[in-house]
């Protein structure tokens, strides 16, 4: 137990100096916390103790998952169900080319240029055409635009992105059987009833009981990613579905959400980031031609860009919206490591390939993040009113607690 302890308190140093950092430099929490993974991996290595992170801890894994579905959860949550019904063409179009234009040709130049065979090619396609919810969500967040029509557009837009990926990596890869046929039927069962048992559940029990609402919604969550996992399909799906099956709900109460906001941000989220920083070997990769690593980067990034942009111009009009919007859709984190580890695992790709993917999927959601935040920010539509979320990063004035009635809890 105390050496859970003392590396639990090397993971929270960790957390807590990324968030000074991000502070200091108006960086976005998510990528200065997977720097600092990658810096952190990189130290622990050169001294020989490359345990001491604990990077590959089942407790530690547990928590960054969670982190990491908790996170897909909320994103889901944040989408207005009425505003994805008047964007319907704007998320369609753009999801589906943010996903099919780096499918393709960064499958093509793994094939062509970099001379790997078909499956591992198609691996790299399906690992580089993601979007990372998580990244943007969380930008979404320290800006305010999550509660605009814009950052909700381009939520929705990821949606569809990451869906297509996911879709393809199960036809392509994952093994279909009777575990995925119960798993498709569980969860559509399960998702149709869910807004009815939480208004259910709240009605009875909410403001009488403590925390009955997150209790439920994590039994939900972990209940649903365990039967994922079964079924040889990755828990964040279906996480991300039950946000948007909950958003109306959610919606009503803006204390609720902030609080589960705050535990997932706060304490979770930050095992999920670091750890992704700590994967990457960065000795490996100075050791090996570095020309790949830009192939697979740069096939990613220009891709997304080329194909989306033309697109996002027949939707927003305002020039710096348009570049936000595109460079944001170039980022790639969860699913895109995610592929990358079940390519590894199933012996699609070799280490050395898994190294330069994940590197490249990293590297894709530091680099567009920090362009688009520091050139492209489009303050015209960033609310005016200071949320938690940005005084939490040093971005807006302290906001006063809410007065709560009397004799109700946390719920």
Not at 117 to 123: H, M, N, Q, V
Not at 343 to 366: N, P
Request: glycine share 8%; with cysteine.
């Amino acid at each position: 137990m105390e050496k859970i302890f003392i590396t639990a308190t090397i993971w929270l140093f960790l957390a807590m100096f990324s968030t000074i950092l991000a502070n200091h430099f108006r960086i976005s929490i998510a990528l200065v916390e997977i720097c600092i993974g990658v810096a952190a991996g990189a130290v622990f290595y050169g001294f020989g103790k490359p345990d001491m992170l604990g990077t590959n801890q089942e407790w530690v894994k547990f928590l960054a998952s969670s982190g990491a579905i908790l996170l897909t959860f909320l994103a889901g949550a944040e989408l207005d169900p009425q505003i994805l019904r008047v964007k319907l063409k704007e998320v369609s179009v753009i999801g589906l080319i943010g996903f099919f234009a780096p499918f393709f040709g960064c499958a093509a130049l793994a094939y062509y240029v970099l001379g790997w065979d078909i499956r591992a090619s198609l691996l790299s396609g399906v690992a580089l055409s993601t979007t990372s919810m998580a990244v943007v969500y969380a930008v979404m967040l320290e800006t305010g635009l999550n509660n605009t029509e814009f950052g909700k557009g381009v939520l929705g837009a990821c949606f569809v992105n990451d869906l297509g990926t996911v879709i393809a990596l199960g036809l392509l890869f994952a093994p279909f059987t009777y575990k995925t046929f119960i798993f498709v039927i569980v969860c559509s069962a399960f998702l149709i009833l869910l807004p009815y048992l939480t208004h259910l559940i709240t009605r009875l029990y909410a403001y009488k009981t403590a925390a009955v609402r997150t209790k439920w919604v994590l039994l939900t969550l972990f209940g649903l990613g365990a039967l994922a996992l079964w079924s040889d399909t990755e828990p964040v799906l279906p996480a991300y579905i039950a946000g948007m099956a909950l958003a109306g709900t959610t919606a009503k109460d803006v204390v609720w959400i902030r609080r589960l906001r705050t535990l997932t941000v706060g304490f979770l989220t930050p095992f999920y980031f670091i750890r992704a920083g700590t994967l990457v070997s960065l000795m490996s990769l100075i050791k090996s031609s570095p020309v790949i690593f830009f192939v697979l980067f740069g096939g990613k990034v220009f891709s997304k860009i080329f194909g989306l942009f033309p697109f996002i111009r027949l939707f927003r009009k305002g020039y710096r919206e348009q570049w936000y919007y595109t460079l944001l859709m170039s980022t790639g984190l969860t699913f895109g490591t995610i592929s990358a580890l079940f390519g590894f695992t199933k012996g699609i790709i070799t280490q050395q390939q898994y190294s330069f993917l994940v590197f490249s999927v990293i590297a894709s959601a530091v680099i567009p993040t920090i362009i688009a935040n520091a050139a492209f920010l489009p303050h015209h539509l960033i609310p005016k009113e200071p949320t938690e979320e940005l005084e939490m990063i040093g971005l807006g004035k302290p906001v006063q607690p809410e007065p709560e009635e009397e004799g109700l809890d946390e719920e």
